[in-house]
């Protein structure tokens, strides 16, 4: 079973708000994902962290999302300026080094009114 | 822009049957094919991942992969009421950490 915390589990913001989540990933895991899931279940790849360090993010991060993995603290994901379009699960996922299993939290439930 | 996508959207077998899912995939320089499970209310949990081409059995599931084709098919064997759930192709690739690509899915329902 999964050990990946998200936090909150439900988020509710107006349009413009600042909306942000955290994650811990499972103990011993370098590299962590967001992915953003929506109501048809399109999964969009996000932005992913080996350690602190970014290894890939998409244009859409770039712009109104950023995201970071300190370290000795839950890494975050903080959209600047909600959007209805950003109504959506988000997933934080955790993975060892190498190419094996990524490990989901159970995701955090934003909804831009 | 790599593309997955699954088929059928949604399937319904009886208790005790096979189910049978079905992934294609863009890309034949995909790394290694996932497939995972999703109930709701929950994240996606991996079942089973298969990276050379033939087939790989694990349980009750069984992965067939033809890069030739770019596809892929999953098989559980003897479905349970249990096994209804939301069934995720995912395909990574070396480049940017590994990030999954997904398909949207297939929805199963196994009636008792």
């Known amino acids: 079973n999964s050990k990946v915390i998200q936090t909150p589990r439900y988020l509710v913001k107006g349009q413009g708000q600042k909306a942000k989540m955290r994650c811990i990933p499972e103990k011993g895991h370098p590299v962590v994902f967001w992915y953003q899931q929506n109501k048809n279940n399109e999964f969009k790849f996000l932005i992913n962290f080996q350690n602190q360090e970014v290894l890939q993010q998409i244009d859409m991060t770039e712009k109104r999302f950023s995201a970071e993995c300190p370290s000795n603290s839950p890494c975050s994901l903080e959209i600047q300026s909600s959007e209805a379009g950003d109504s959506a699960l988000y997933l934080c996922?955790?993975?060892?080094?190498?190419?094996?299993?990524?490990?989901f939290g159970p995701g955090t439930r934003l909804t831009v009114l | 822009q790599e593309k997955v996508q699954q088929s059928p959207e949604s399937l319904i077998v009886p208790e005790g049957a096979m189910s049978s899912l079905n992934c294609t995939f863009s890309?034949?320089?995909?790394?290694s094919i996932w497939w995972y499970q999703q109930h709701p209310g929950k994240g996606p949990e991996a079942l089973i991942?298969?990276?050379?081409?033939g087939n790989k059995k694990e349980g009750r599931l069984t992965v067939y992969l033809n890069r030739a084709s770019l596809h892929v098919s999953l098989h559980i064997r003897d479905s349970q009421p249990s096994d209804s759930a939301v069934y995720l192709c995912a395909v990574s690739f070396y480049q940017g950490g590994r990030a999954l690509i997904f398909g949207t899915g297939t929805t199963v329902s196994v009636s008792p």
């Open positions: 890309n034949s320089a995909s790394q």
């Open positions: 996922a955790s993975r060892s080094g190498g190419a094996g299993e990524q490990y």
């Open positions: 991942s298969i990276f050379s081409n």
